[in-house]
């Protein structure tokens, strides 16, 4: 059985402790008051260090496990939800760093090496998953300097680690929506029980009427809103969320993809099929094939 948490903090994340420092270092358990559809003006570099669940990054849903990195830019909306055991506490789940767009605008006036981080920034716009498993475990080695030091030592860890990952070509976009078109507060704010209510229970039937009701708004009005949010209708969300769920499901085991179907929230096999070649471009038992010979390409290296 698993769980999420009931969150009533306000979707905007005021960091107020940057206490005159260049850069702030946060580690997060979960579950955890933090653990909210949320965004905020700083740009966000999120290491999973523990456990494993969905990550939502403006409209794109996805899989995060330990060893997993990604990088969000400012006021793009993100949350990770962990799938847990019932009671389960994970004490140190992730490893943050959060830093500001006016950090590096005015260090480019003084430093020029710094202007070589443009391209990564405006792809933080979207978001980024970094893919490559060499760099991403540079990156841990540096993410745990950083936590371990400070003043110059930390902020020169810290450039190192933006150059490693500046230089990264194995990297995935995650959203098709830009942070302007998102990031109103009280939407979001509204989205952020919606998107709870749907994680807790789009493995069974689930209409916008009873998410819509459950928030206490009228199914026209919330569908508006949650798109205005998130950037996908609530039937593309979950199906999003579904498909998300098959590909986890089918590089994880070996399951029947009819069982994979099902446990995913889908009602029928044909159904599901035309959902994961439309959003994958390709078919289940294909998807399967790949995720397996990357896993093994990984282990390689």
Request: charged share 25%; with cysteine.
């Amino acid at each position: 059985m698993t769980k999420t948490t009931r969150i009533t903090d306000p979707s905007y994340e005021l960091m107020d402790d940057h206490n005159g420092l260049s850069i702030i270092y946060r580690e997060h358990g979960f579950p955890c008051p933090l653990v909210r559809w949320h965004f905020h003006k700083e740009y966000e570099l999120h290491l999973i260090v523990a456990s494993s669940g969905k990550v939502f990054v403006g409209d794109y849903i996805g899989n995060f496990y330990p060893g997993t990195l990604f990088l969000t830019g400012p006021n793009l909306p993100h949350n990770w939800i962990s799938q847990v055991e019932e009671d389960e506490v994970v004490p140190k789940r992730d490893m943050l760093v959060n830093f500001t767009e006016e950090l590096l605008n005015s260090g480019n006036q003084v430093f020029a090496e710094l202007k070589t981080l443009t391209p990564l920034l405006e792809r933080a716009q979207y978001g980024i998953e970094f893919r490559c498993k060499r760099t991403i475990r540079q990156a841990m080695k540096l993410m745990q300097k950083i936590a371990d030091s400070s003043g110059m030592t930390r902020l020169g860890h810290f450039f190192i680690l933006l150059e490693l990952l500046a230089a990264s070509d194995d990297f995935q976009l995650l959203s098709g929506t830009m942070a302007s078109q998102l990031s109103d507060d009280h939407a979001v704010e509204r989205t952020n029980k919606a998107v709870e209510y749907i994680f807790a229970h789009y493995a069974r039937e689930l209409t916008l009427e009873e998410v819509a009701d459950h928030l206490g708004m009228k199914p026209t009005y919330f569908s508006r809103v949650f798109k205005q949010a998130t950037g996908r209708t609530f039937v593309e969300f979950v199906n999003r969320l579904r498909i998300s769920k098959s590909c986890e499901l089918l590089a994880d085991g070996e399951k029947p993809v009819t069982d994979v179907c099902f446990e995913s929230g889908f009602n029928n096999i044909s159904n599901f099929n035309r959902r994961f070649q439309k959003l994958k471009g390709m078919t289940p038992s294909h998807y399967r094939r790949l995720a397996v010979q990357r896993l093994t390409e990984q282990n390689l290296y």
